[in-house]
């Protein structure tokens, strides 16, 4: 889904590593940049494939290779680089959720004040690593994004997902989420999220950062 988010740049190619069996590249210096998905896994529940990801986090960072993520991403590199993960207090952020740019980075184009994008969590950020800045928030999730020099990039969103997908999650997890929280996320999926902007913005960064 990441690869088709990023459609603008077809000529980039990918290497995909499943952390959660304990695969990890052997030499991060060998790629332009990282991406971190989402993951079912909760960063909070400190497996050990966690607690490897994110000794590679902050090697990645100290080596200055961009690194971008979005919901367990955003999460784990948070924590690998001091934040603080917490409960969302509203409970589950489901569907399509209003999200406030507080914020313009370099990389972004055409920002607007208020973007679409797809939400699946319970589990945020609450605190930030020392030195992050906060580009946006929902109502619930203070830290709806949070950008390091020009060498982290990361979303509690899905950029990736597609309104298929998003519309098939919904229906996967709903005896998970309950009626209630099922029914907003359905009602939420009328209007589509911003993709092709978070797609675009993604691709800027990896060009530009360093």
């Given at each position: 889904m990441f690869r088709d988010s990023l459609e603008q740049r077809p000529d980039w190619e990918f290497s995909v590593f499943d952390v959660t069996n304990g695969v990890f590249p052997q030499d991060v210096t060998a790629f332009d940049g990282v991406m971190i998905?989402?993951?079912?896994?909760?960063?909070?529940?400190?497996?050990?494939?966690?607690?490897?990801?994110?000794?590679?986090i902050r090697e990645i960072v100290a080596a200055r290779i961009p690194v971008f993520g979005a919901c367990f991403?955003?999460?784990?590199?948070?924590?690998?680089?001091?934040?603080?993960?917490?409960?969302?207090?509203?409970?589950?952020?489901?569907?399509?959720?209003?999200?406030?740019?507080?914020?313009?980075l370099p990389w972004m184009t055409n920002v607007p004040e208020v973007m679409n994008l797809y939400s699946a969590h319970k589990e945020q950020v609450i605190e930030v690593p020392e030195g992050a800045q906060i580009w946006s928030k929902t109502v619930g999730c203070p830290v709806g994004g949070l950008a390091i020099g020009s060498h982290v990039f990361t979303t509690e969103y899905h950029p990736e997902m597609s309104p298929e997908f998003i519309a098939a999650l919904v229906e996967e997890l709903a005896d998970v989420v309950g009626a209630d929280v099922t029914a907003r996320a359905r009602a939420s999926l009328a209007i589509d999220a911003d993709r092709a902007l978070m797609g675009d913005w993604i691709a800027r960064f990896f060009e530009g950062a360093g």
């Open positions: 998905g989402g993951s079912p896994a909760s960063v909070m529940a400190g497996a050990d494939w966690v607690s490897t990801l994110e000794v590679l991403g955003h999460q784990v590199i948070a924590q690998a680089l001091g934040g603080r993960l917490g409960y969302n207090s509203d409970g589950w952020s489901f569907g399509r959720v209003l999200t406030e740019v507080v914020a313009t």
